[in-house]
């Protein structure tokens, strides 16, 4: 495995790939890997012959109110598991050698990240948007796997790769739980014993946005007012929203239809973490 710290020494191992004639898979992260950052290791081994990780805490995603020095690092542990993981080139830069000290020129998502979390942290996809086109730019990959935890940030990138004619292959990979529901993330690391105890209403709200579709419910209201109804059971948790929305453009729905993909999606503060959950909602028993 090869731990790259410039723009120059990705570009270069990158030519020697194609050269080649492999395929490259680039799977972007900030670190801080688990078993969901994994899954989408393994995904990118099936798919290509080459597979480049990134890790990278983005300071340009972070709003004014977040504090990016407190994110979870551990960067010995995580070489060590994509090490373990045969992945066969792990870029580590700075924040200046990814951003120039004059640097003015930014990716707008468009109207996508404005909305849910867009809303919530004014700027944010702004961000994501910029460092994932400094990183198609530097790697070129064949494709790009993104976990669906994210599930806004992906359609964000995939309308990204779409508009700017990156020729890359975006693949969403289905969100890692951990046993008792909870998404796995990163920022699960700054919730205390008690606060893990709760955090897995999120995934219940969700749950019950499911089930009741499943049993024929097609009102996104009732829907929605059951998610809420389920994260009031924890009152610790602060909800931000839950909502059920198209699963093309996050447009708000009133029914649910056939034929039409719809996700519900779920932010809440539990402690100083902010965390989101999603999932697909699918009307009249077709699954989830």
Do not use: W
């Not at 992260?29 to 597979?51: N, Q, Y």
């Not at 504090?67 to 792990?90: K, N, S, W």
């Not at 924040?95 to 000290?101: N, R, V």
């Amino acid at each position: 495995m090869e731990q790259l710290d410039s723009k120059e020494e990705a570009r270069q191992a990158v030519a020697q790939a194609r050269r080649d004639r492999k395929t490259v898979a680039l799977v972007p992260t900030m670190g801080a890997l688990h078993e969901g950052h994994l899954s989408l290791t393994r995904g990118a081994r099936k798919r290509a012959d080459i597979v480049a990780v990134s890790v990278f805490v983005n300071p340009t995603q972070f709003g004014a109110a977040e504090d990016v020095a407190a994110y979870p690092r551990d960067l010995e542990r995580d070489l060590e598991l994509l090490d373990a993981e045969g992945v066969d080139i792990v870029f580590t830069p700075t924040a200046e050698t990814m951003y120039a000290a004059d640097a003015s020129t930014t990716v707008d998502p468009g109207p996508l990240g404005t909305v849910l979390e867009g809303a919530a942290r004014p700027g944010h996809f702004g961000g994501v948007a910029t460092i994932v086109a400094k990183l198609f730019a530097m790697f070129m990959p064949d494709l790009a796997l993104f976990g669906e935890k994210d599930y806004q940030q992906l359609l964000v990138i995939r309308r990204l790769a779409r508009d700017l004619d990156f020729p890359v292959m975006i693949v969403g990979s289905p969100t890692v739980r951990e046993l008792d529901g909870l998404a796995m993330s990163s920022r699960n690391a700054y919730l205390s014993p008690e606060q893990r105890a709760v955090a897995p209403v999120l995934y219940r709200a969700l749950s019950e946005a499911v089930r009741k579709a499943e049993h024929g419910q097609a009102s996104v209201a009732v829907l929605e007012a059951a998610m809420a109804e389920a994260l009031a059971c924890e009152p610790s948790v602060e909800p931000s929203y839950a909502v059920v929305r198209d699963a093309v453009t996050l447009d708000p729905l009133e029914r649910l239809e056939e034929g039409r993909p719809a996700r519900a999606l779920v932010a809440a503060q539990v402690g100083t973490a902010r965390l989101i959950d999603n999932v697909t909602v699918t009307l009249a028993g077709r699954g989830a």
